[in-house]
C-alpha cells in the first residue's frame, strides 16, 4: 500500500477555482470507481465532499465536483470561498479489502 | 442522534498494549463496515483498518499488520481496535469511522471525533 499522491498545496483568489489531483496506480485509483474526497478543517473531523468518483452527498455545494482520468482522480472547487480554506484528502479502495488515503492538500484562500 | 464515540486512548509507553473502542448509535450498526482511521499530529489522514458487517473481510495498513486487531460486536454497537507492541510512531489521533455498505469498499459517510494515543517513555 502507497499512499495516494496530492499536491501539498493549491491557492486562488475568491471566486477562482481550483483544481486538486490525487494520483495512484491501476490497483487503486485506477482499478475501481471507489475515489471519495474528504474535507478538513483545523480541529475538526474529516467531512465527505465526494463519494464515489463525481458524485455529491445532499447539502455540499454544487461548486464542488470530481472526476477521474485514468489512474488520477480530482477534486474541482469553482467560485472559490473563504470557508472552502481547509485540508482536502482523497481516499480509494485499493483492493483486497484495503484502503489508502492521499497525502492531503491545504487549499489557500488569498 | 446518528453517532460514533470513542474512547480508551491515552499516554502509553511504547511496547506495551492498548485497547481502543468505539460506541454506535443512531443507525443499524452491523449493516455497515466500519473503518479506523488516524492522524499523528499535523499530519495527514492514515487508513489503520476496516472489518465487514459481520467480521468476516478485515484489511490492515501494512503500518499496523501483526501488531493491531480489528473487531466488533454487533450486539453491543461496538467496535474496537487492540494495539500491541506500541511505537513513538502510533501517536496519533484515532478516528473510528461508518462505510458506506456491509464491505470494506466505498466511501466513509460518518466520523467520531477521535481519541488521542500518545506513545512515549
Known amino acids: 500500500q502507497s499512499a495516494l499522491t496530492q499536491p501539498r498545496s493549491v491557492s486562488g483568489s475568491p471566486g477562482q477555482s481550483v483544481i486538486i489531483s490525487c494520483t495512484g496506480t491501476?490497483?487503486?485509483?485506477?482499478?475501481?470507481?471507489?475515489v471519495s474526497w474528504y474535507q478538513q478543517h483545523p480541529g475538526k473531523a474529516p467531512k465527505l465532499m465526494i463519494y464515489d468518483v463525481s458524485k455529491r452527498p445532499s447539502g455540499v455545494p454544487n461548486r464542488f465536483s470530481g472526476s477521474k482520468s485514468g489512474n488520477t482522480a480530482s477534486l474541482a472547487i469553482s467560485g472559490l470561498q473563504a470557508e472552502d480554506e481547509a485540508d482536502y484528502y482523497c481516499?480509494?479502495?485499493?483492493?483486497?479489502?484495503?484502503?489508502?488515503f492521499g497525502g492531503g492538500t491545504k487549499v489557500t484562500v488569498l | 442522534e446518528v453517532q460514533l464515540v470513542e474512547s480508551g486512548g491515552g499516554l502509553v509507553q511504547p511496547g506495551r498494549s492498548l485497547r481502543l473502542s468505539c460506541e454506535a448509535s443512531g443507525f443499524t450498526f452491523d449493516d455497515y463496515v466500519m473503518h479506523w482511521v488516524r492522524q499523528a499530529p499535523g499530519k495527514g489522514l492514515e487508513w489503520v483498518s476496516s472489518i465487514s458487517w459481520n467480521s468476516d473481510y478485515i484489511g490492515y495498513a501494512d503500518s499496523v499488520r501483526g501488531r493491531f486487531t480489528i473487531s466488533r460486536d454487533n450486539t453491543k454497537n461496538s467496535l474496537y481496535l487492540q494495539m500491541n507492541s506500541l511505537r513513538a510512531e502510533d501517536t496519533a489521533l484515532f478516528y473510528c469511522a461508518k462505510g458506506d455498505r456491509s464491505v470494506p469498499m466505498g466511501y466513509i459517510d460518518l466520523w467520531g471525533r477521535g481519541t488521542l494515543v500518545s506513545v512515549s517513555s
Open positions: 491501476s490497483s487503486d485509483v485506477g482499478g475501481y470507481n471507489y
Open positions: 481516499f480509494s479502495y485499493a483492493g483486497s479489502y484495503a484502503m489508502s
